[in-house]
T-cell receptor, first 117, second 112 residues
Framework: GAVVSQHPSWVICKSGTSVKIECRSL??????MFWYRQFPKQSLMLMAT?????????EQGVEKDKFLINHASLTLSTLTVTSAHPEDSSFYIC?????????????FGPGTRLTVL | AQSVTQLGSHVSVSEGALVLLRCNYSSSVPPYLFWYVQYPNQGLQLLLKYTSAATLVKGINGFEAEFKKSETSFHLTKPSAHMSDAAEYFCAVSDRDDKIIFGKGTRLHILP
């Protein structure tokens, strides 16, 4: 099956710094990538949808200036948490799909655990 | 608006017993329905999905789910639980715009 990777798998940073998380589709072209956030013992919440070459579409309540998403190529999307604060600590998961190619299955990455001190 | 309700945040079954995880959905259009499994500190793995073909969907690891429109349900079952099935299970719904809405999850505990 299709493989999606995330890097890093975990990161610890100081409050006020920015952190970039990468999401890569390893063996297929991901025309669409999704970013989710998962709080401890809770479900996943969709943060934003990004299509290659376009601006991301953010869900209601998600600060687009805080969570910068770039989808510059068909195999890479990045999520940058700017000026991170402890409340941004969470598990971030991306998923990728090739919607333009008629494949509607989303393939999920392994997640990135962010801890902001 | 679409939504998913998973009954029971924790379910415990004995090894070898039937696994039944309940999911009810709300959707204004014929939905796509999914079950995902999440092992500790890992991402999601797709167990199975329903996309308006057969109402009984077979997935990986011996799991299956049945779409019942009259009950707006998509319950997940497995005839015989294994210790390795212990994980968090998420039911999810999506309409054709590809946004997936997840339920709150059910943690499955397997008793020896």
């Amino acid at each position: 099956g299709a493989v999606v990777s995330q890097h890093p798998s975990w990161v610890i940073c100081k409050s006020g710094t920015s952190v970039k998380i990468e999401c890569r589709s390893l063996d297929f072209q991901a025309t669409t990538m999704f970013w989710y956030r998962q709080f401890p013992k809770q479900s996943l919440m969709l943060m934003a949808t990004s299509n290659e070459g376009s601006k991301a579409t953010y869900e209601q309540g998600v600060e687009k200036d805080k969570f910068l998403i770039n989808h510059a190529s068909l195999t890479l999307s990045t999520l940058t948490v700017t000026s991170a604060h402890p409340e941004d600590s969470s598990f971030y998961i991306c998923s990728a799909s090739n919607l333009a190619g008629g494949e509607d299955t989303q393939y999920f990455g392994p997640g990135t655990r962010l801890t902001v001190l | 608006a679409q939504s998913v309700t998973q009954l029971g945040s924790h379910v415990s079954v004995s090894e070898g017993a039937l696994v039944l995880l309940r999911c009810n959905y709300s959707s204004s259009v014929p939905p796509y329905l999914f079950w995902y499994v999440q092992y500790p500190n890992q991402g999601l793995q797709l167990l199975l999905k329903y996309t308006s073909a057969a109402t009984l969907v077979k997935g990986i690891n011996g799991f299956e789910a049945e779409f019942k429109k009259s009950e707006t349900s998509f319950h997940l079952t497995k005839p015989s639980a294994h210790m390795s099935d212990a994980a968090e299970y998420f039911c999810a719904v999506s309409d054709r715009d590809d946004k997936i809405i997840f339920g709150k999850g059910t943690r499955l505990h397997i008793l020896p």
